[in-house]
């Protein structure tokens, strides 16, 4: 059977762009731009985006392009049986991690509802709280909404890579970035707003140390979808001429700007109405609604801004579940259909746990932790490490050349910085990758 191409170029980099463009750069990037000193975390983590994360990313979908394979396929074909397991492991971490993203993804959906329908009229700062806690607590309502964000990527997967995927992609990603335009414009009017805007951009080098450092590069990293297969997968059905320097390149800008876009967004809105700047998951669903209802037309914003975490987490979500589609339908030769149903299920099931730990399971602990921060755990800790060490390792030693022929299309594109590139796979990613998860296991 004839393999699946992306439609277009840009098809590819907005598909791509939307699996490295989630709630972690509209949330997380914000709060750690809050905690960990403002502009000089900026400057840092810009630096490590394009000079390690842009690497690793040309090294995933050369890979996927070179063997035409899901991840599994990809590592066994280019570095043979015993690097297999890397593959099977990119595998088992998109599935982890679409089980409890897919938690805070029904969450969005909650909050559009609940805005929609007028569920949060009239509620102050600690009324959001309460409510928060209401929804992340119950047995059922959040399970509920985790189906439905399960069921809205099924169905966008299920029609396959161009009429699937990628129309997806050109639809909602135009979107995304409207919408943070909108949103970026209404919180650099608000009184006050500047400072927010000098702490976002003023490097202030004191807090340059590292443990800052270190958070800087982990962002970096992951904030582009880098070590669970999503990359690998996508880059199998980028078409051979296509320059994979030049895509990954728009990838990494198209996930800067919207990045910088949600600082501007988030933190002018939090410093106007003094608020911390550092609040964690509560910053998100919690501190901007309340901001949001002191605005003229909050309820607006509000439900831009929650549509937008929507469509940031469902681009990725479809990404994740395409790894694991790709690698069922591919290794046991089962229709696209049946396998993205079965999958879908699969992943509700074993997401439901995660929710429910969050609640009426929440005494329930491993290594102190409930099975929701667990999974998070491992899977940032140590499987989405170990397979972009890896992939760098098969990129610079094992199959350089292949991963060169690859890159420059056989010679006709050359790639200026092919040099650079290589001692990036071969020596300082793994290390600084390393790096990373000692300061995850080891760090204060």
């Known amino acids: 059977m004839q393999r699946e191409h992306w ?11 939307g699996s490295a463009v989630g709630l972690g750069n509209i949330w997380k990037f914000p709060y750690l731009v809050g905690a960990e000193g403002g502009g000089v975390f900026l400057v840092v983590y810009v ?27 990809a590592f066994k074909r280019v570095g043979g049986k015993r690097w297999s397991i890397f593959g099977l492991l990119a595998v088992l971490t998109a599935f982890t991690i679409l089980s409890f993203y897919s ?6 959906i909650a909050y559009v509802v609940k805005t929609i329908t007028g569920g949060f009229s009239g509620f102050s700062g600690a009324e959001f709280e309460g409510r928060f806690g209401e929804l992340v607590t119950s047995p059922i309502e ?16 299920i029609n396959g890579i161009t009429s699937g995927i990628e129309r997806a992609a050109k639809i909602m990603m135009p979107l995304l970035f409207i919408l943070l335009a909108l949103l970026v414009v209404r919180s650099l009017t608000l009184d006050g707003a500047m400072a927010g805007v000098r702490y976002f951009l003023v490097p202030d080098w004191s807090h340059l140390d590292a443990d800052m450092v270190a958070a800087a590069l982990g962002q970096a990293f992951f904030s582009l979808s880098l070590g669970m297969g999503a990359l690998i997968t996508y880059g199998s059905y980028l078409d051979e001429k296509e320059s994979i320097p030049n895509a990954a390149g728009w990838v990494v800008s198209l996930d800067l700007l919207v990045a910088i876009l949600a600082g501007f967004l988030i933190l002018p809105a939090v410093f106007a109405f003094n608020m911390d700047p550092a609040a964690g998951p509560g910053l998100t669903f919690i501190t901007l609604p309340a901001i949001f209802a002191e605005l003229p037309f909050g309820i607006v914003v509000q439900l831009c801004f929650f549509l937008l ?18 690698f069922v339908g591919e290794e046991f030769n089962v229709c696209r259909q049946w396998t993205t149903v079965w999958v879908g299920i699969a992943i509700f099931l074993f997401g ?14 491993f290594f102190d932790m409930n099975i929701f921060d667990l999974l998070g755990y491992i899977s940032d800790t140590f499987f989405l490490p170990i397979g972009a060490i890896a992939t760098c390792l098969v990129a610079g030693w094992v199959s350089y050349d292949q991963f060169v022929a690859e890159v420059t299309n056989e010679g006709e594109r050359p790639f ?18 390393l790096w990373v998860m000692y300061d995850a296991v080891f760090g204060a």
């Not at 439901?352 to 602990?365: C, E, Q």
């Not at 200026?416 to 990758?433: D, F, G, H």
Request: one cysteine or more; hydrophobic letters at 65%; proline letters at 4%.
């Open 309 to 326: 975490l929507f469509v940031a987490a469902i681009t990725s979500a479809i990404s994740l579940l395409q790894v694991v589609v790709s």
């Open 103 to 108: 938690i805070v993804g029904g969450w969005t």
């Open 47 to 73: 630096a490590f985006l394009i000079a390690i994360g842009f690497c690793v990313m040309i090294a995933e979908i050369a890979l996927g392009r070179h063997a035409q394979a899901n991840p599994f396929g």
């Open 416 to 433: 200026a910085y092919l040099t650079a590139w290589k001692w990036m796979c071969r020596v300082i990613a793994p290390l600084a990758i």
């Open 142 to 157: 959040p399970i509920v909404y985790h189906a439905v964000f399960m069921a809205i990527g099924v169905l966008i997967v």
């Open 7 to 17: 439609g277009s170029r840009v098809g590819f980099i907005l598909a791509a762009a």
């Open 352 to 365: 439901v746990p995660s929710s429910l730990a969050l609640g009426v399971w929440g005494d329930v602990t």
